[in-house]
């Protein structure tokens, strides 16, 4: 610009109110994840190594990243459901469904799974853009044998339920990693993370534990074969932004912001699947005992395993709290049968074909659901026909 002596001089617009109140608020949030990941990573380190100082059980040294997250969602759950009478409760064929517990679970879940779908994804699109192209490739980004095995080992230091680790499953595509790796994980963290593994070692001995590994590892594997050829992955439109892409372009930003804006990009998509798992887990954790009475009616009769496999594969229930209720069925019940129960109601769940059904479609999520029910159901049978 030239004013009238014909001096030549820059004239800077003032930037408007809306982009610098959203920059402040795009940096005040990345704040917060660094500092909410900092301290999760924090916290897990030093619980499990005063877990491990103080003499306590191996399970209680393991750890588990999403803790913090999930005992201040209960905590959230309790507090806003306390006005709710004790005495309300509906009944249903399945059971009583207790009115205050479901709707403090639901709230539960409604805070943990979009917080653990923003950090997983935050995280994993971080470590993508932070690190080359061939780095990736050699570690998950691979589909071969050592990326699927690769899905497997994260998966079994990896806890978490079924319907959080499908979060899970879409922050690894979407930073980058194989899709048949990716499935290898779906499959192994529910399934056979160190909870499970600890508790089949603790249940059966070795040669139960060791059974459970290699009818695991073996699922695993399938599912991740059966994801080229059943189309098991996410839908592109799930992941793919063009106003993102447009926007870096006219605008670079920082490797940590284009992390963020990718991460809750993601979370807009799935937000609306992540609040309808939340809620059918609140339902369908009010009959997680029914499995229980159903398997000690079994007994070892020889379609225990068939019923382990339909019962357990609805409901929403993690390693750690199918421990106990499995645990008193050990003498009641061959071990296949016991083995199908654990992986059935570890391994997937309503909740988790909900979410997957907005992330890839009916069809796969429909293909993946037979083929657990077929595993689960057949490996049992297969077990105890052997060890008859």
Same mark, same amino acid.
């Given at each position: 610009?030239?004013?009238?002596?014909?001096?030549?001089?820059?004239?800077?617009?003032?930037?408007?109110?809306?982009?610098?109140?959203?920059?402040?608020?795009?940096?005040?949030?990345?704040?917060?994840?660094?500092?909410?990941?900092?301290?999760l990573g924090t916290t897990v380190v030093l619980s499990s190594t005063q877990a491990l100082l103080s003499g306590q059980p191996l399970e209680k040294a393991i750890p588990v990243f999403e803790a913090p997250i999930a005992?201040?969602?209960?905590?959230?759950?309790?507090?806003?459901?306390?006005?709710?009478?004790?005495?309300?409760?509906?009944?249903?064929?399945?059971?009583?469904?207790?009115?205050?517990?479901?709707?403090?679970?639901?709230?539960?879940?409604?805070?943990?799974?979009?917080?653990?779908?923003?950090?997983?994804?935050?995280? /994993?699109?971080?470590?993508?853009?932070?690190?080359?192209?061939?780095?990736?490739?050699?570690?998950?980004?691979?589909?071969?044998?050592?990326?699927?095995?690769?899905?497997?080992?994260?998966?079994?230091?990896?806890?978490?339920?079924?319907?959080?680790?499908?979060?899970?499953?879409?922050?690894?595509?979407?930073?980058?990693?194989?899709?048949?790796?990716?499935?290898?994980?779906?499959?192994?963290?529910?399934? /056979?993370?160190?909870?499970?593994?600890?508790?089949?070692?603790?249940?059966?001995?070795?040669?139960? /534990?060791?059974?459970?590994?290699?009818?695991?590892?073996?699922?695993?594997?399938?599912?991740?074969l059966l994801a080229e050829i059943a189309h098991i992955a996410p839908k592109p439109s799930v992941f793919q932004s063009p106003t993102c892409k447009s926007a870096a372009i006219n605008m670079p930003r920082s490797l940590?912001?284009?992390?963020?804006?990718?991460?809750?990009?993601?979370?807009?998509?799935?937000?609306?699947?992540?609040?309808?798992?939340?809620?059918?887990?609140?339902?369908?954790?009010?009959?997680?005992?029914?499995?229980?009475?159903?398997l000690r009616q079994a007994g070892y009769a020889w379609w225990g395993p068939l019923a382990a496999a339909l019962l357990g594969l609805p409901l929403d229930v993690n390693a750690a709290s199918t421990a106990p209720i499995?645990?008193?069925?050990?003498?009641?019940?061959?071990?296949?049968?016991?083995?199908?129960?654990?992986?059935?109601?570890?391994?997937?769940?309503?909740?988790?074909?909900?979410?997957?059904?907005?992330? /890839?479609?009916?069809?796969?999520?429909?293909?993946?659901?037979?083929?657990?029910?077929?595993?689960?159901?057949?490996?049992?049978?297969?077990?105890?026909?052997?060890?008859?």
């Amino acid at each position: 610009m030239v004013n009238a002596q014909g001096t030549q001089f820059l004239s800077l617009s003032p930037r408007p109110r809306s982009k610098q109140l959203r920059s402040w608020l795009e940096r005040g949030l990345l704040a917060i994840t660094l500092t909410t990941l900092i301290y999760l990573g924090t916290t897990v380190v030093l619980s499990s190594t005063q877990a491990l100082l103080s003499g306590q059980p191996l399970e209680k040294a393991i750890p588990v990243f999403e803790a913090p997250i999930a005992e201040l969602g209960k905590a959230l759950g309790r507090s806003l459901s306390i006005w709710i009478p004790e005495e309300w409760a509906v009944p249903t064929p399945l059971g009583t469904l207790d009115v205050r517990f479901t709707v403090s679970y639901t709230i539960y879940e409604w805070f943990k799974l979009p917080v653990l779908l923003y950090l997983t994804t935050f995280a /994993m699109t971080l470590i993508r853009l932070s690190i080359s192209t061939e780095r990736l490739e050699r570690t998950l980004g691979r589909g071969d044998l050592l990326g699927i095995l690769g899905g497997v080992l994260l998966g079994m230091v990896t806890p978490v339920c079924s319907c959080t680790v499908t979060n899970l499953y879409a922050g690894l595509i979407a930073g980058g990693a194989h899709r048949r790796a990716a499935a290898a994980f779906l499959f192994a963290s529910p399934a /056979m993370n160190e909870f499970a593994i600890a508790f089949m070692l603790i249940t059966t001995g070795l040669p139960g /534990m060791l059974l459970y590994l290699i009818a695991g590892i073996t699922a695993a594997a399938i599912v991740a074969l059966l994801a080229e050829i059943a189309h098991i992955a996410p839908k592109p439109s799930v992941f793919q932004s063009p106003t993102c892409k447009s926007a870096a372009i006219n605008m670079p930003r920082s490797l940590l912001l284009q992390a963020q804006s990718e991460a809750l990009q993601l979370l807009r998509r799935l937000l609306f699947a992540v609040l309808i798992s939340g809620a059918l887990a609140a339902v369908l954790t009010n009959f997680n005992l029914t499995l229980v009475a159903a398997l000690r009616q079994a007994g070892y009769a020889w379609w225990g395993p068939l019923a382990a496999a339909l019962l357990g594969l609805p409901l929403d229930v993690n390693a750690a709290s199918t421990a106990p209720i499995l645990f008193a069925l050990r003498e009641i019940v061959p071990l296949g049968t016991l083995i199908s129960a654990m992986m059935a109601t570890t391994v997937a769940s309503i909740p988790e074909g909900s979410m997957l059904v907005r992330i /890839m479609g009916w069809r796969p999520t429909l293909t993946l659901a037979m083929f657990y029910a077929a595993y689960t159901a057949s490996i049992g049978l297969i077990i105890n026909a052997v060890l008859a």
